[in-house]
């Protein structure tokens, strides 16, 4: 899903606007994720015993998205006489290659691959600082959503503060912001500045990301690039695994 999804944007859209439209991609996109998760929350304490409403939304979410992906744009096929391999992982050394003898490729793949990783492993801290700073899953859901908010704000920014270009040097100041932030949750304070620090640590977030993905999609040759942000997913995702 991920390949065809940040593949297009660069087949439909100018390069002066690709950081703009990973912007809002990604603003979207971590939108659903945390609030997905923040949800989850308060449909756990409305629907207490009675769960199989809660899967009733999720099938309702489902077939929305569904009728959303026929409506998606259809750009001419980029090797119209490509065949798909029987073996899914055919290239994979090839995609490698390419990724290693481009040091601007390379730093692009570690980088998204540390951003997830670090995603995962801040989510899974914010569950357990929920409970810790309150005993309501919904307000502990609240905390996710605050997060959600500053990565959509920030995806926004970045996509604004590199119109016309890809913006490399936002990549910094993200990791800046984000390890600031990061440093600030490990400091006992009330629930309201917990929400605030968090809302921090995803607008800063979403500085670091957005140039990232808009690199890999402008660097990688147009014949694989579909293939090439497949390997970065199979990077990404093994760093989410550990």
């Known amino acids: 899903f991920s ?44 629907f207490a015993g009675a769960m199989h409403y809660a899967m009733l939304a999720m099938v309702a979410l489902s077939a929305v998205g569904l009728g959303a992906s026929l409506l998606v744009a259809h750009p001419p096929p980029a090797e119209p006489t490509r065949r798909i391999p029987l073996n899914p992982y055919q290239g994979l050394g ?27 492993l801040v989510l899974q801290d914010v569950y357990e600082l929920g409970r810790v700073v309150t005993e309501s899953k919904t307000l502990a859901g609240a905390m996710l959503a605050s997060m959600a908010l500053g990565i959509g704000i920030g995806s926004l920014g970045a996509g604004y503060l590199s119109r016309g270009k890809i913006e490399v040097g936002l990549v910094p ?19 309201a500045a917990t929400q605030g620090v968090l809302f921090g640590l995803g607008f800063f977030s979403g500085f670091f990301s957005v140039p990232l993905a808009a690199m890999l999609q402008q660097r990688s040759p147009n014949r694989i690039k579909g293939g090439m942000i497949a390997t970065s997913n199979f990077v990404t995702f093994s760093s989410m695994m550990v």
């Open 3 to 46: 390949p065809a999804k940040y593949g297009i944007l660069p087949e439909i859209l100018p390069e002066s606007k690709l950081s703009w439209g990973n912007g809002m991609l990604n603003m979207w996109t971590f939108l659903a994720i945390i609030l997905g998760n923040a949800v989850a929350g308060g449909m756990m304490d409305t």
């Open 173 to 191: 100041l993200g990791l800046s912001g984000m390890a600031v932030m990061g440093f600030a949750l490990g400091i006992p304070m009330s629930y």
């Open 94 to 120: 090839e995609y490698f290659k390419l990724f290693w003898n481009d040091q601007r490729l390379f730093v692009t793949l570690v980088g998204i691959a540390y951003f997830w990783f670090a995603g995962t």
